[in-house]
T-cell receptor
Framework: DAKTTQPPSMDCAEGRAANLPCNHS???????VYWYRQIHSQGPQYIIH???NNETNEMASLIITEDRKSSTLILPHATLRDTAVYYC??????????????FGTGTLLAVQP | KAGVTQTPRYLIKTRGQQVTLSCSPI?????VSWYQQTPGQGLQFLFE???????NKGNFPGRFSGRQFSNSRSEMNVSTLELGDSALYLC????????????????FGPGTRLTVL
């Protein structure tokens, strides 16, 4: 079973920041938080990952609470092309024995014009 | 560098038939994983291959099988198809560290849409 819970859907106005929450209260000390997204009927796309510090890349920012029980993915300026299902996943990071990902139900982000 | 490719992209079969799906990973990637996506069950892990060996398997019946070739290309086979096998089948590849250890990023292909009638 997935170790994360996410709201089933969210709306966001184009050009505004989209903040997608994720709860992972049973995360282990060596597990990272990963985010993927899946645009309709395409393969999932990696976005970002982190352990406990905030992370930022060209796609998004990841804010992880100090107790690591929850996190927020931030898309700073959402566009219509960001409409997708966003998955929050916890897994052992690089150096683990498997690449297996356990997907939850994700959040459908609908960016409105 | 070309991405993960999957063939065919669409497939229609009838119950009882078998099907073989193919996945070509990104050049240099030696780990390949397969996932099934259905509206009811979401994205579920099928199995993972590294260096021609299956090293992880999801909770699927024995009708689902796979293999990996020496060039890292992978195939999955579903025998005796059932209506419930209709799904999007996704393949993901990743570069592996020494000893086959995992990396951060998996790259997914576009998937094969299988319809069982």
């Amino acid at each position: 079973d997935a170790k994360t819970t996410q709201p089933p859907s969210m709306d966001c106005a184009e050009g505004r920041a989209a903040n997608l929450p994720c709860n992972h209260s049973t995360i282990s000390g060596n597990e990272y938080v990963y985010w993927y997204r899946q645009i309709h009927s395409q393969g999932p796309q990696y976005i970002i990952h982190g352990l406990k510090n905030n992370e930022t890349n060209e796609m998004a920012s990841l804010i992880i609470t100090e107790d690591r029980k929850s996190s927020t993915l931030i898309l700073p300026h959402a566009t219509l092309r960001d409409t997708a299902v966003y998955y929050c996943i916890v897994r052992v990071p690089r150096g683990g024995a498997t690449n297996k990902l356990i997907f939850g139900t994700g959040t459908l982000l609908a960016v409105q014009p | 560098k070309a991405g993960v490719t999957q063939t065919p992209r669409y497939l229609i079969k009838t119950r009882g038939q078998q099907v073989t799906l193919s996945c070509s990973p990104i050049s240099g990637h030696r780990s390949v994983s397969w996932y099934q996506q259905t509206p009811g069950q979401g994205l579920q892990f099928l199995f993972e291959y590294f260096s021609e060996t299956q090293r992880n398997k999801g909770n699927f019946p024995g009708r689902f099988s796979g293999r990996q070739f020496s060039n890292s290309r992978s195939e999955m086979n579903v025998s005796t198809l059932e209506l419930g096998d209709s799904a999007l089948y996704l393949c993901a590849s990743s570069f592996t560290l020494a000893g086959g250890l995992s990396t951060d990023t998996q790259y997914f292909g576009p998937g094969t849409r299988l319809t069982v009638l």
